[in-house]
């Protein structure tokens, strides 16, 4: 028996980094996965590398950030597998102008990334993946849960800059903090139910969204400042805190979110 033996897993973000880890890792411990991504074309040969081994892992568009998408999505699901049991909130950008699978070069004047200088869009469009999306998700995730009354888990990626500033990121940290509070709000109105709500704060971790940092050596000799452990965490490492997360393993958690980042993180 898997940890998620004849589970119905949803993960957005599910075709790359964190959330590909983490959909290889539930679908081995028995799930049947459905990925959820913006880029159906990426999403497509995804899903068919992912499920080549045998895996039960499907690919369905969706933008998060959109009410209607994340309803069609969640409803297919429930049509064709008969409920959802487990929700994995990975969708995120790391910045407005981020895309994932493509490497930008950090910019390079500072000045330009300062609080002062940003502007209102770019911080409405981090907001809207990586708050408004994960709130979306928990919602809907939720109301299928209720209904159908079945033991159910949501975790949601946050991230260690949720905690610990990072200077010309003001928009990503914020939208981190507020997934962390999000969690613990949510799963103490849920407490009662059978649904439990938590996050993972991951520290650096090596993934598309980290390529560029990865590049250049005076990025990755801040990250080494910061990180205790002198070195970049793995997507597996990821995995296995929501696959624990996800599973009864973790079955007297609730609103919490948990810091893998080698140390960068001890509060
Ligand atoms: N890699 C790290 O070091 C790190 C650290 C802490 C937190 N995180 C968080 O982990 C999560 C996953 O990041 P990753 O490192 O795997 O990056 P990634 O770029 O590999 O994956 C992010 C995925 O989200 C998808 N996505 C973006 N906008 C979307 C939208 N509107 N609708 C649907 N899907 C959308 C992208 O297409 C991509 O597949 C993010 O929330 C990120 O902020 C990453």
């Known amino acids: 028996m898997g940890l998620l ?50 895996a039960s892992i499907e690919f369905v568009q969706v933008d998060v950030t959109c009410e209607a998408s994340q309803q069609a999505l969640f409803n297919d699901v429930v049509a064709r597998h008969g409920r959802v049991d487990t929700v994995l909130a990975a969708a995120g950008v790391s910045s407005s102008d981020y895309i994932s699978g493509e490497v930008s070069e950090i910019e390079a004047d500072p000045e330009e990334r300062m609080f002062h200088n940003r502007m209102l869009e770019d911080w409405e469009k981090v907001m809207a993946v990586n708050v408004t999306g994960v709130m979306l998700t928990n919602k809907i995730a939720i109301t299928h849960m209720l209904a159908q009354q079945t033991k159910g888990t949501i975790v949601n990626i946050a991230s260690i800059a949720g905690r610990r500033p ?30 439990r709500v938590n996050a993972i704060g991951p520290g650096f971790i090596e993934t598309p969204m980290t390529a560029n940092i990865r590049q250049s050596p005076e990025w990755m000799e801040t990250v080494m400042q910061m990180t205790p452990m002198q070195r970049m965490g793995q997507a597996g490492e990821i995995a296995s805190t929501a696959l624990f997360l996800a599973s009864d393993e973790s079955s007297y958690f609730n609103g919490q979110t948990l810091f893998p980042g080698g140390g960068m993180y001890v509060g």
């Open 5 to 54: 033996t004849d589970k119905v897993a949803v993960i957005t973000g599910g075709i790359s980094g964190l959330g590909r880890a983490s959909a290889l890792r539930y679908a081995a411990e028995g799930a049947s996965v459905v990925v959820a991504d913006i880029n159906a074309e990426r999403g497509k040969n995804a899903a068919e590398e992912m499920s080549a081994g045998g």
């Open 166 to 195: 990072l200077p010309g990121a003001s928009d990503y940290c914020v939208s981190k903090a507020a997934v962390i509070m999000l969690t613990s709000t949510v799963a103490t109105e849920y407490s009662t139910s059978n649904v």
